[in-house]
C-alpha cells in the first residue's frame, strides 16, 4: 500500500492564481481530510469527507473548494490564491481503532504565494 | 474558546527520560491523541487515550486525566532518532479534533 499520496511536494504561486492539490490513497478508507500547518500553530482542518459525494467544511474553509467522487481522491482547490494560503497542506485519511478514528497522512505539499 | 496548551520547545539528553505535557480546555471530550512529527514530515500516530490512566507501548506510555483536562506523553531511552515535535490533539463533544502547536524536542548526545 502507498497510503495517502500528495501532489505536487512544492509550489509557488503568484496572487490571484488557481491551482489544485492532489490526495489520493488506496487504503479504501471512508474518511478523507484537508489541514493546513502554520508555524507555531496546530493543525487546522479545512474541509473533510466522509464519503464519496460527501463533503463538509472545517475550521478555516473560505479560499477553498474540495470534490470527492471516489473513495481514492480528494482534491483541494485554491482559487484566487492569496498570500495568507501560504502553508503546508497536509492530506489525510483514517481508520477506526478502539472507537478512535487515527489519521494517516500524506506527505504534505508546501505552497508559497508570492 | 478550545484551547490546547504544550510546552513550545525542550531539550532532553540521550539515553534519559522526558515527560512532555498537554493541558487541554475544550467543549467536550472524546479521546486524546499523540501525534510525531519528524521536521518536513506528515504526523504519525503514537497513541491515543480516552479513559484515565497510563497507556504504554514500548518506550513511549501516555497518561490521561480528565477530570485535570491534562495528559502526558513519556519517552524513555531516548534515542536521537526522537528529535522531532509532538503533537497532542484533544475530540472534542462534535468529534472534532483540536490541535496543539506540538513541542519541538531536541536530543543531544
Known amino acids: 500500500n502507498a497510503g495517502v499520496t500528495q501532489t505536487p511536494k512544492f509550489r509557488i504561486l503568484k496572487i490571484g492564481q488557481s491551482m489544485t492539490l492532489q490526495c489520493t490513497q488506496d487504503m479504501n478508507h471512508n474518511y478523507m481530510y484537508w489541514y493546513r500547518q502554520d508555524p507555531g500553530m496546530g493543525l487546522k482542518l479545512i474541509y473533510y469527507s466522509v464519503g464519496a459525494g460527501i463533503t463538509d467544511k472545517g475550521e478555516v474553509p473560505n479560499g477553498y473548494n474540495v470534490s470527492r467522487s471516489t473513495t481514492e481522491d480528494f482534491p483541494l482547490r485554491l482559487e484566487l490564491a492569496a498570500p495568507s494560503q501560504t502553508s503546508v497542506y497536509f492530506c489525510?485519511?483514517?481508520?477506526?481503532?478502539?472507537?478512535?478514528?487515527?489519521?494517516?497522512f500524506g506527505a504534505g505539499s508546501r505552497l508559497t504565494v508570492l | 474558546g478550545q484551547n490546547i496548551d504544550q510546552p513550545t520547545e525542550m531539550t532532553a539528553t540521550e539515553g534519559a527520560i522526558v515527560q512532555i505535557n498537554c493541558t487541554y480546555q475544550t467543549s467536550g471530550f472524546n479521546g486524546l491523541f499523540w501525534y510525531q512529527q519528524h521536521a518536513g514530515e506528515a504526523p504519525t500516530f503514537l497513541s491515543y487515550n480516552v479513559l484515565d490512566g497510563l497507556e504504554e507501548k514500548g518506550r513511549f506510555s501516555s497518561f490521561l486525566s480528565r477530570s485535570k483536562g491534562y495528559s502526558y506523553l513519556l519517552l524513555k531511552e531516548l534515542q536521537m532518532k526522537d528529535s522531532a515535535s509532538y503533537l497532542c490533539?484533544?475530540?472534542?463533544?462534535?468529534?472534532?479534533?483540536?490541535w496543539g502547536a506540538g513541542t519541538k524536542l531536541i536530543i543531544k548526545p
Open positions: 490533539a484533544v475530540m472534542d463533544s462534535n468529534y472534532q479534533l483540536i
Open positions: 489525510a485519511s483514517s481508520y477506526e481503532l478502539a472507537g478512535a478514528n487515527v489519521l494517516t
